[in-house]
């Protein structure tokens, strides 16, 4: 009880706080400073018709290179604790709506995935939602058969592939431009071309691949660990 | 959409997302808690997209409403069920 009325203080004062900021921020109409620049250059700059893939993958691809990182960091504690110390779950036989469920929707679902991450430089989709919807296919699949899935070390390979390619497509463009992570050396192409916007579309597919690899990996330690 | 459906969209779904946490915080039953946390993880990413930010909404989607739910019912597995 004392931790529920605990709760309801920090929301109470997270709520006043925010209703104390939220009067004071104002929607500007106009663009100022860097926001400007990459809304009106962003894409003659990237090639990328997305410019929010624009922002996240070429203007701020350092950020998306440390948040791959943390990611990282992580699920490779989740994965530490949960061998150190299994859950030890009870694989149940999975109901007839699950199995059939796990039967017809990851193939769909995986396609949608990978669409997602292939056309992150045209519409809307990244590598990060991208590898979560791979990663639920995975996990659909798992809570459709009763036995443990066993992936002998090959989900870690791929994630750690994939890591590596996004450090070394970042020192390619050192090597070919002089800057790390420099997105315009391929050239750009034409926005709203599916070869387009430079490193951008290799980058997406380098950090789809992590995520859906390592959220992967968390839920197989889950099932895996019983005790 | 008008402002005025717009506004009462967001309104309403706003107010069911703070009832909604707000029960999270009372409700005794675990696996009712997990379900209306996944609920609200929804309802923020419908608000995502009709706030133009079709990117976050479907991150807001897969990772909130999805797999952490999944992990949140697998944490009341661990920990036996009805706590």
Request: glycine fraction near 12%; proline fraction near 4%.
């Amino acid at each position: 009880m004392i931790r529920t009325i605990a709760g309801l203080i920090t929301v109470l004062l997270l709520g006043a706080a925010a209703a104390y900021v939220i009067p004071e921020m104002q929607m500007k109409e106009d663009l100022q400073g860097v926001g400007y620049t990459y809304a009106s250059s962003g894409m003659e700059e990237t090639g990328s018709a997305n410019l929010v893939t624009a922002v996240i993958v070429a203007y701020r691809g350092l950020d998306t290179l440390g948040e791959v990182v943390v990611l990282f960091c992580a699920s490779t504690a989740a994965v530490l604790i949960l061998t150190l110390f299994p859950i030890g779950l009870k694989a149940s036989e999975p109901s007839a709506i699950v199995s059939f469920t796990s039967r017809v929707l990851p193939a769909p679902v995986l396609l949608f995935g990978v669409y997602f991450i292939a056309h992150s430089q045209i519409s809307p989709g990244g590598g990060f939602p991208g590898g979560a919807i791979i990663a639920s296919t995975f996990l659909l699949v798992m809570l459709g058969s009763s036995s443990v899935p066993d992936s002998h070390g090959k989900l870690p390979a791929v994630e750690a592939l994939a890591g590596l390619s996004f450090g070394l497509l970042g020192f390619w463009g050192v090597f070919k431009a002089g800057q790390f992570l420099n997105n315009a050396f391929l050239g750009t192409g034409t926005p709203g071309e599916i070869v387009s916007a430079g490193l951008i579309p290799l980058i997406s597919l380098a950090i789809g691949a992590k995520v859906a690899s390592e959220f992967s990996g968390v839920f197989t330690a889950f099932r895996n660990t019983r005790s | 959409m008008t402002p005025v459906l717009m506004t009462a969209v967001v309104l309403s779904l706003g107010g069911m997302m703070v009832v909604a946490a707000i029960v999270v915080l009372f409700i005794r039953d675990l696996f009712s808690a997990i379900i209306i946390t996944g609920f609200i993880s929804l309802s923020a990413s419908v608000m995502f997209l009709l706030m133009d930010a079709a990117d976050v909404a479907i991150t807001e989607a897969s990772i909130g409403a999805v797999l952490a739910t999944m992990i949140f019912l697998w944490g009341r597995g661990k920990i036996g069920g009805d706590g």
